[in-house]
């Protein structure tokens, strides 16, 4: 559930207008729901309340200060992947016991970062990784705490851009290796085992194979503590999916999701983190985009739009579906006909849908593409030279720009010339 509804006709976001919106601060414009976010939040966090837990937000997929702010006021942790998202939360408010440091390549810059800032734990990856971690922990006379990710050999039959783990990804040791390395681990005096950690890829819409890979994790929670590792802490990952198609069978419920990881793993007693990104923010964003032209092309139509891949980047990239509806209303009776709806950029590949079955709609006319709270912002690019666009956040019936849109001059101006020009 969300806070984009019709009210009066009209598009809204929680009480504002998004047609107010786009005529205050222009398009393509990014808007946010303060309810739908803390709603996201509080299902996952309700979901696991039986059970000693953190909800790290996976700020990958919407980093921008006021959404970090609004998730760390009301509890969560963060889930940073660079030094960049450390920064960001730290700068958000969020204390560094609350952040747990992932990603396969973190290099010495974002260690030191971490470990003289604060850290829940990082998520070690790989052995060199470990090695690294506990020689820079000790040149700066700490202990890092660390879960070691284990890759479960799962098909989390997803889109294989957004599928982790496989043995054949890059993510995680090999689980059938995890006790040599947690041994070496234990031999290493800067680091210290708290825990183990999985993730298993982005928009699952099926629980089986979380709860495979968490089964695999209950077994081996049992195996290291018999081998004498005090593990205390699971890290889960994130990846529950949301429904992008609103005609298609939902995916599980946070709810089911926290049944079933009291199910797997309820009975170890340990503390359970997990990282959900898109399932928090995802559907609780929206962008909002004007219809340039309407071009009638052979046996086909095309709504040609002021967003563009580089705004969006999900249809191109993974073949996603967003919902693309009007600002306005349809008027009950009115018959859809099939447009190729795609962006100005000169490429094929920037077309957000293909025969969608849409109301008739001309040039200014308002569309907004739903469930775009979630890697849309954060993978946006100046592709075309189109300056990233701005986002608003709204809460209840107020609203405001969190990301102004950059001027042209601005663009162009980071670019130096060098003196022999
Ligand atoms: N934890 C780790 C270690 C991850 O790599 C990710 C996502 C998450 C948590 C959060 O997953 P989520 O709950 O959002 O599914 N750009 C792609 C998605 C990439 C996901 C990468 N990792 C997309 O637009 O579909």
Known sequence: MDHFL??????HAEDVSLAEIAAAVGTPVYVYS???????????????AGMDHL???????????????????????????SGGEYRRAKAAGVSGDKIVFSGV???????????????????????????????????????????????PDVDAKTHAKIATGKSENKFGIPIARAREVYAMAAKLPGLEIIGIDVH???????????????GKVAELTEVLRADGHNIRRLDLGGGLGIPYERSNTAPPLPTDYGAMVQR??????????????????????????????????????????DAAMNDLIRPAMYDAWHDIVPLNEPAPGAEPRPVDIVGPVCESGDTFAKQRMMPT????????FRSAGAYGA??????????????????GDQFAVIRPRPSFDEMINRDTIPEWL
């Not at 909800?55 to 992947?81: E, F, P």
Request: aromatic content about 6%; some cysteine; hydrophobic content about 45%.
């Open 264 to 305: 797997t793993l309820g009975h170890l007693d340990c503390e359970v983190e997990i990282e959900p990104g898109r399932l928090i923010a995802g559907n609780a964003g929206v962008l909002v985009s004007e219809v340039i032209y309407l071009k009638s092309g052979e046996g086909r139509d095309f709504l040609i739009l």
């Open 200 to 214: 298993i890829g982005s928009q699952l819409t099926d629980l089986a194979p979380f709860e495979q890979a968490y």
């Open 105 to 151: 390549g973190k290099t010495r810059e974002e260690i030191e970062l971490a470990l003289t800032g604060g850290i829940r734990q990082f998520n070690v990856e790989s052995e060199p990784e470990m090695l690294l971690l506990d020689q820079v922990a000790r040149e700066l006379g700490k202990v890092a705490p660390i879960t070691i990710r284990v890759n």
């Open 34 to 48: 303060t309810a739908t976010l803390l709603r996201h939040f509080h299902l996952f966090d309700d979901a696991l």
């Open 55 to 81: 909800v790290c937000y996976a700020m990958k997929a919407n980093s921008n200060q006021a959404v970090l702010r609004t998730l760390a006021q009301a509890g969560a942790g963060m889930d940073v992947v």
């Open 6 to 11: 019709y009210k009066d006709g009209v598009l």
């Open 361 to 368: 709609l001309g040039s200014g006319d308002l569309v907004a």
């Open 378 to 395: 954060v993978m946006s690019s100046e592709y075309n030279s189109r300056p990233l666009i701005p986002e608003v956040l709204v809460n």
